[in-house]
């Protein structure tokens, strides 16, 4: 496999896990995420974002988050988000010490 297949076949790998993750299961918290995997759509946002900085595009944290979530992310969680629960504050909390 040459690099550009590659490249193209990992984009799509990631377009796909982004329509999972915003499409199919928007009910799955990022908190839940974050306590499971180590990671979430704004961790996802966030290495979006870095990896356009990098590459000399100027883009903030809500910018890229606005790429990743297809919105501002206050509407998401207006539309998505829903109160942690202590059982998943408390796991954040040790996983994150």
């Known amino acids: 496999m040459n690099d550009q297949t590659r490249t ?3 984009a799509a790998a990631f377009r796909r896990l982004r329509k999972h993750l915003l499409e199919d299961r928007p009910d ?5 995420m974050m306590n499971l995997t180590g990671f979430c759509r704004n ?3 966030r ?3 870095e990896a356009a900085n990098e590459r000399g595009i100027d883009m ?3 910018d890229g988050r606005e790429v990743f979530y ?5 509407e998401w969680k207006a539309q998505h988000q829903t ?3 202590p059982d998943a504050q ?3 909390k040790k996983s994150h010490d």
């Open 8 to 10: 193209e076949i990992e």
């Open 28 to 32: 799955v918290q990022n908190i839940d």
């Open 90 to 92: 408390e796991a954040f």
């Open 43 to 45: 961790c996802l946002s």
């Open 83 to 85: 109160e942690a629960s």
């Open 70 to 74: 297809g919105m501002p992310f206050a």
């Open 60 to 62: 903030s944290k809500e």
């Open 47 to 49: 290495w979006y974002q």
